[in-house]
């Protein structure tokens, strides 16, 4: 790509792929239970009206779009964050908390690489779009690895670090290092999650 090109490129694009409404479910969630209920509504009341509607109306089966999501979790970041920059990770960890010890709790495995395997399969039922690969790069370490995006956006990225983190604490193991190595909205093929545990 390039230098012209890379300025040229949005880095984010948020038309174009659907989540399931669990993640929206797990997300307000969070904000209730650590803020309570009328804490929850007023982020709510704060999205535009599209997406406050589809946010309102979100059931763990139902597909919600990708726009949708992007603008809950911003709207939550503005409501709650302290400013350290890592507040998205604590979404994703909560997410991972909850869906993972709930209605995905079967995809859970005894070994972390057969979970992330696992996880590849898994990917269809929460998106809609792009694609997902796993790859064993040791003993404890590996890499998921998201292409053909017709959306992404850092915010979704962020959250994505948070939730392996916690996907690797509910295996019993400890996070050494959760990273994305690369990222579509730097104009990479792929978003490149490295993990490594202990």
């Not at 038309?15 to 650590?34: F, N, P």
């Not at 996907?167 to 290092?177: D, R």
């Amino acid at each position: 790509m390039s230098v012209t090109e890379s300025v040229l490129r949005p880095n984010e694009i948020l038309a174009g792929g659907h989540l399931k409404g669990g993640i929206i479910r797990s997300h307000l969630q969070w904000v209730r239970d650590y803020h309570g209920d009328a804490a929850a509504e007023r982020v709510v009341a704060a999205l535009p009206e599209d997406a406050r509607a589809e946010v309102g109306s979100a059931l763990a089966s139902t597909w919600c779009k990708f726009s949708t999501v992007v603008a809950l979790d911003r709207a939550i970041e503005a409501a709650f964050s302290r400013g350290t920059g890592l507040f998205l990770r604590e979404l994703g960890r909560y997410s991972a908390h909850l869906n993972l010890s709930g209605a995905y709790r079967l995809f859970k495995s005894d070994e972390l690489h057969e979970f992330f395997r696992r996880s590849v399969l898994l990917h269809r039922q929460f998106q809609d779009f792009g694609r997902v690969a796993y790859k064993q790069t040791g003993a404890t370490s590996g890499a998921m690895i998201h292409s053909q995006y017709p959306c992404f956006s850092l915010v979704y990225c962020h959250s994505a670090i948070g939730y392996y983190e916690q996907a690797i604490v509910l295996h019993g193991a400890k996070p050494h290092l959760v990273i994305e190595t690369s990222c579509q909205c730097a104009g990479d093929d792929a978003c490149t999650f490295e993990m490594e545990w202990e």
